[in-house]
């Protein structure tokens, strides 16, 4: 099994500490989000491929890398860096730091293991169309050497997101739009473009509706990189999570309304302040990565990782 870690949430940025506690346990806990049941996920060697890790600060795991390493797990990296302004990313690290970890693991662990998002795109007046062109421009020319490929989507206006940019806007004064296909097929065009010439191939995540002149779908959880990478065929299936996705089959331990970046495009999080809060009751001895109040704890030591439990 490729574990997942995670698209709900930033592990590497704030919940290293938990994950490395249950690589010793051999297992954690997850709780699935639709139907409230927990799941006991195996880390064993034995039966973890491998992990993708989904980010956008790597500093307080950078050096944790290693030691996942050496304990035997492969892993790729999806690294987030979009260098948006601080009305849509809160507290997301400068893009000058974020490229410095990219050169560093590149020259460590090889460009395979590392992949750029350039994700998600957000149109407003702080952000628009010509700022994502000279953006990406400046981002792609700094990475160049780090990695071979670059995702990028454009943000998904679920409620929620159209409520927290709601609330952005007006609290910072800008406005936002979701423009057409014929604008964003447009930009696509010009970043294709951009990326051929800093040797990096284009991909769309889970939006097949751009995937022209020689755009190719993404990938985010891939077994063959991630076999590439570790050196051992990683023989999983093709299972999206979502209409169009192309991802292999893997678990996500990550829970939704943990990451307190305040991303305000978010689809994960309902609010930062309830991000901030549980946060802030993380416990990282615990097995859940944040343990439900009315969760039932009999038979959690159970050596069936497949056991699922009703919360009350």
């Given at each position: 099994?490729i ?6 949430t ?20 997850v ?18 491929d ?8 790597l ?27 601080r009305t ?21 662990y ?6 750029w ?27 160049e050497?780090t990695?071979?490929?670059v995702?990028v989507?454009?943000?998904q ?5 159209q ?15 979701d423009?057409?296909?014929?604008v ?7 970043l294709?473009r951009?990326?051929?010439?800093h ?5 769309i995540?889970?939006?097949k ?10 990938r985010?959880i891939?077994a ?45 999080v ?12 993380h ?15 009999s038979?959690?030591?159970?050596n069936?990782?497949?056991?699922q439990?009703?919360?009350?």
């Open positions: 099994m574990i997942s870690a995670s698209y709900k930033d592990i590497p940025a704030f919940y290293g500490k938990w994950l490395l506690n249950r690589l010793d346990a051999g297992y954690c806990m709780i699935n989000p639709y139907n409230k049941q927990a799941q006991r996920v195996s880390l064993r060697h034995e039966d973890v491998g992990f993708v890790f989904w980010t956008k600060n500093t307080p795991f950078i050096h944790n890398l290693q030691t996942i390493k050496e304990q035997g797990y492969a892993f790729i990296v999806q690294y987030s860096i979009n260098n948006y302004p849509l990313e809160i507290s997301v690290v400068n893009a000058e730091q974020s490229i410095n970890h990219m050169r560093v693991l590149s020259d460590t090889g460009q395979r293991a590392l992949v998002r350039y994700d998600p795109i957000v149109f407003t007046s702080i952000t628009p169309f010509d700022f994502h062109i000279s953006s990406f421009k400046e981002l792609a020319k700094n990475l050497g990695t071979d490929e995702v989507s454009f943000a206006i679920y409620k929620k997101t409520r927290n940019m709601n609330w952005a806007s007006e609290t910072f004064g800008f406005t936002w739009s423009p057409p296909d014929e964003k097929i447009r930009l696509v065009l010009e294709n951009i990326a051929k010439s040797k990096m191939q284009l991909s995540c889970s939006q509706q751009y995937l022209i002149d020689g755009i190719v779908p993404a985010c891939d063959r990189r991630l076999s590439e990478v570790s050196g051992k065929l990683t023989n999983v299936k093709v299972k999206g999570n979502r209409p169009d996705c192309e991802c292999y089959l893997a678990k996500d331990i990550g829970d939704y309304d943990t990451c307190p970046h305040g991303c305000v495009y978010c689809y994960a309902n609010s930062r302040a309830l991000a901030q809060k549980l946060f802030r009751e416990n990282p001895q615990g097995e859940f990565l944040h343990t439900p109040q009315d969760f039932v704890t038979n959690t030591d159970t069936d990782d497949t056991q439990m009703k919360l009350l």
